[in-house]
């Protein structure tokens, strides 16, 4: 099946402060989704982006679907952005239908 | 709306007890899906049903038994559940025409 990794495993960030998280994936996709968790378990949908690039506030994306890797931008991040944030993926063979997630990136700001 | 909402919220219950678990929406979507997550692991697919019946069943334990009543609700009949099943259930939907799935805040399960 489709592999899915995520980078860096872990990040702790000054508030205000911005990232990237990068999703690597093996092979064709038409679903490519970023999800935050929150500590509560609810997986919040930030981005469908199985290509190009969308902005939403302070957090925008790019999948470069020839490449193979999604990025996910954080600006001027806030405390509530903590969580797991997680990139799933929909490979051609499922119908996009199966998503596979990656292992995820833990994210915790600090005041 | 993109609401999916699931009940209950937490279950505990011992290996010989029958419970289930009910996920319902109403944005007309006819795709659901089950996934299971175990603590600090990526959630997992465990089954699909699309126009209510049953199209991918990623190799679950027949103690785990899926139903899809109608295009709204979506259960998961549990049956002598083992400890290692403990985990949090979520349930997602999928509306037509794209490929974009939206989840419920999940179960938390605990069998004892």
């Known amino acids: 099946g489709i592999q899915v990794e995520q980078s860096p495993p872990d990040l702790i960030l000054q508030e205000g402060a911005n990232s990237t998280l990068r999703c690597n994936f093996s092979d064709s996709v038409n679903n490519l989704q970023w999800f935050h968790q929150n500590p509560w378990g609810q997986l919040i949908n930030l981005f469908y982006?199985?290509?190009g690039t969308k902005q939403n506030g302070r957090l925008s994306a790019t999948t470069v679907a020839t490449e193979r890797y999604s990025l996910l931008y954080i600006s001027s991040s806030q405390t509530t952005d903590s969580g797991v944030y997680f990139c799933a993926v929909g490979g051609l063979t499922g119908g996009g239908n199966k998503l596979t997630f990656g292992t995820g990136t833990q994210l915790k700001v600090e005041l | 709306d993109t609401e999916v909402t699931q009940t209950p919220k937490h279950l505990v219950m011992g290996m010989t007890n029958k419970k289930s678990l009910k996920c319902e929406q109403h944005m007309g979507h006819r795709a659901m899906y089950w996934y299971k997550q175990k603590a600090k692991k990526p959630p997992e697919l465990m089954f699909v049903y699309s126009y209510e019946k049953l199209s991918i069943n990623e190799s679950v334990p027949s103690r785990f038994s899926p139903e899809c009543p109608n295009s709204s609700l979506l259960n998961l009949h549990l049956h002598a559940l083992q400890p290692e099943d403990s985990a949090l259930y979520l349930c997602a939907s999928r509306r037509q025409g794209s490929y974009e799935q939206y989840f419920g805040p999940g179960t938390r399960l605990t069998v004892t």
């Open positions: 982006i199985p290509s």
